[in-house]
């Protein structure tokens, strides 16, 4: 029997929580494929987590079809591919009256139909290794939060997921998804530098009184990658501390109860 190299694709792996998912992975995969659109960040990333015969770097748009293709075709003699990580994601306008018809399209194509096309590109892998995909969406994908196309395109997202776990589950794949809240990376930058206070604002609305960071994410993508999620598939995980659980402060304005 041919045993073949378990690789793990990550796409979106130049950013910070791409960064983590990778090196969380290392030690569960032979070849960890680092994707993504920026090259020179790719190398930097590459570069922090130390280089390696584990690591690959590829340069690719998600939202292309033929820049997958060309990707499968070279991971083709490598190995296979066991786990697919979809994280690259980025959100422009913040409300809907910002929003303009481009914007619309430019974000649901990279955080919904992207994360399709990278799935069929290594549907075939998946099938026969009875591999496991995990998609990156976002606590914006659960309730309003802003960013509103970014948004309706993560809840695509997290439906897409059901929706291969539910056709593909009879080959063996596993699906499913995980829902980051306040994640401190460089997709904050301008909102750090409008308001330095922001990560220390937003703590308030956590029922932990933190957010999450890469490390926390990285964990959870890791666990449903393996085999101890074996029977876990379909499901979105939110790694949120708490905060699509609900809201202390209303439930204080609710109760009148000075436990909240
Ligand atoms: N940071 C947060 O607070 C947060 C919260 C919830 C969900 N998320 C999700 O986590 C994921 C990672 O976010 P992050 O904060 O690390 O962002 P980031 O901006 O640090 O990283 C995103 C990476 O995706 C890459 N990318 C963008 N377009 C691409 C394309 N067409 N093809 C290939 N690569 C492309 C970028 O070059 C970048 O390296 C995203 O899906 C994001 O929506 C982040």
Redesign the pocket.
């Known amino acids: 029997m041919t045993t073949h190299k378990r690789i793990a694709v990550v796409?979106?792996?130049?950013?910070?929580?791409?960064?983590a998912i990778a090196a969380r992975l290392a030690a569960s995969h032979d070849i960890i494929v680092l994707?993504?659109?920026?090259a020179g960040?790719?190398e930097s990333?590459v570069a922090a987590l130390g280089g390696g015969a584990a690591y690959v770097t590829m340069v690719?748009?998600?939202?292309?079809a033929d820049?997958l293709k060309s990707m499968t075709d070279q991971l083709e003699a490598r190995g296979k591919v066991v786990t697919l990580v979809?994280?690259?994601?980025?959100?422009r306008a913040v409300s809907l009256h910002d929003t303009t018809p481009e914007i619309w399209r430019m974000d649901s194509?990279?955080?919904l139909e992207?994360a399709f096309l990278t799935f069929r590109a290594f549907e075939r892998d998946l099938k026969e290794m009875q591999g496991s995909v995990v998609n990156?969406?976002?606590?914006?994908g659960m309730a309003v939060f802003g960013h509103p196309a970014?948004s309706a395109a993560?809840a695509g997202l997290i439906h897409l997921t059901k929706l291969i776990a539910v056709e593909y589950g009879k080959f063996g794949i596993r699906a499913n998804a995980v829902?980051?809240?306040?994640?401190?990376?460089?997709?904050?930058e301008a909102r750090a530098e409008a308001n330095p206070n922001v990560f220390e604002e937003v703590k308030r609305w956590y029922a932990l009184r933190r957010?999450?960071t890469?490390h926390d994410?990285a964990n959870a993508v890791h666990f449903l990658a393996s085999d101890q999620a074996a029977a876990i598939t379909g499901v979105c995980l939110p790694v949120d501390c708490g905060l699509t659980a609900g809201q202390a402060e209303l439930a204080h304005t609710f109760s009148q109860s000075e436990h909240y």
């Open positions: 796409t979106g792996a130049a950013g910070d929580i791409g960064r994707v993504d659109i920026d960040a790719l990333a690719a748009d998600v939202t292309s820049s979809n994280n690259a994601g980025a959100a194509s990279l955080n992207a990156i969406a976002s606590v914006n970014y993560k829902a980051p809240g306040t994640v401190r990376t460089q997709a904050w957010i999450a890469t994410v």
